[in-house]
């Protein structure tokens, strides 16, 4: 089993930045993918960004040029800056990680970006 905890959300105003954090422990195939879903109220589950172990990156189109994602495979542990903030970019953000054996979601952070 594979156990995903988030951090780093809150509030800030449009504009700002903030910086989550996904910490995995737990037994982790080499081989994997670990993604930033969110979902905002009333709207469904959407991939922000993913990378894999092998260091493919993959953004949704109305992030890129603003958040980047990054891993630090030593430590198990995936970030996601979020810079530029927009008040859709409101929700809560979920860490994910799949490989050949499981697919793993964290509980969730919010982030709340106030106009």
């Known amino acids: 089993q594979v156990h995903l905890v988030e951090s780093g959300g809150g509030v800030v105003q449009a504009g700002g930045s903030l910086r989550l954090s996904c910490a995995a422990s737990g037994s982790i195939f080499s081989n994997n993918v670990m993604n930033w879903y969110r979902q905002a109220p009333g709207k469904q589950r959407e991939l922000v960004a993913s990378?894999?172990?092998?260091?493919?990156?993959n953004y949704a189109d109305s992030v890129k040029e603003r958040f980047t994602i990054s891993r630090d495979n030593a430590k198990n542990t995936m970030y996601l800056q979020m810079n530029s903030l927009k008040h859709e970019d409101t929700g809560v953000y979920y860490c994910?990680?799949?490989?050949?054996?499981?697919?793993?979601w964290g509980k969730g952070t919010l982030v709340t970006v106030s106009s």
């Open positions: 990378k894999s172990s092998r260091g493919n990156t």
């Open positions: 994910n990680f799949r490989d050949a054996y499981m697919d793993t």
